[in-house]
T-cell receptor, first 110, second 112 residues
Framework: RKEVEQDPGPFNVPEGATVAFNCTYS??????FFWYRQDCRKEPKLLMS???SGNEDGRFTAQLNRASQYISLLIRDSKLSDSATYLC???????????FGSGTQLTVLP | ETGVTQSPTHLIKTRGQQVTLRCSSQ?????VSWYQQALGQGPQFIFQ???????GRGNFPPRFSGLQFPNYSSELNVNALELDDSALYLC???????????FGSGTRLTVV
């Protein structure tokens, strides 16, 4: 089993829709997580950090369920500019290196 | 605009050759990590340096090596290039391990 697994996608949604991505992790000792977004052929950029039960930033809400070992990202009122690949990330290992999921591709359609 | 810069942006090498990729981290960021991202995959951890010492390594062979310098710059060296080494190589730096990592725009390496 991969350490971090994400919905395979791709997700194609109309503008204004609400979309949710799920991510599961296998290391029960993981304390914090990140969501990164990556535009085509660009570097990943930090979207949100999740340290406790959840975090909200405008249209974006991240939730952490430690009992079930999953993290979710909810995007409300989708914009065309939200089209990107969303990467679920867990710092792990002795060096707290980032372990990435394979990413979920989102396309918001006009 | 990212505070982490990488060079070169693109590179084409022949199988068997050696390559050096460079990264300049944000001032004060003592931790630098290197990642390999194949097409359609998430980035994979190669190794990490903290204050010029390697303090973590992923599942990559010894022909992948690195250096970190006191001026917050670092290098990734790959010897005996293979076709499967073709990927986007990302450098990331961090102030602390809970503050998140800032990535450079990457070097796209093609091995032919």
């Amino acid at each position: 089993r991969k350490e971090v697994e994400q919905d395979p996608g791709p997700f194609n949604v109309p503008e204004g829709a609400t979309v949710a991505f799920n991510c599961t992790y296998s290391n029960s000792a993981s304390q914090s997580f990140f969501w990164y977004r990556q535009d085509c052929r660009k570097e990943p950029k930090l979207l949100m950090s999740v340290y406790s039960s959840g975090n909200e930033d405008g249209r974006f809400t991240a939730q952490l369920n430690r009992a079930s070992q999953y993290i979710s990202l909810l995007i409300r009122d989708s914009k065309l500019s939200d089209s990107a690949t969303y990467l679920c990330v867990s710092p792990s290992g002795s060096a707290r290196q980032l372990t990435f999921g394979s990413g979920t591709q989102l396309t918001v359609l006009p | 605009e990212t505070g982490v810069t990488q060079s070169p942006t693109h590179l084409i090498k022949t199988r068997g050759q050696q390559v050096t990729l460079r990264c300049s981290s944000q001032s004060g960021h003592n931790t630098v990590s290197w990642y390999q991202q194949a097409l359609g995959q998430g980035p994979q951890f190669i190794f990490q340096y903290y204050r010029e010492e390697e303090n973590g390594r992923g599942n990559f062979p010894p022909r992948f090596s690195g250096l970190q310098f006191p001026n917050y710059s670092s290098e990734l060296n790959v010897n005996a290039l293979e076709l499967d080494d073709s990927a986007l190589y990302l450098c990331a730096s961090s102030l602390t391990d809970t503050s998140g990592y800032t990535f450079g725009s990457g070097t796209r390496l093609t091995v032919v």
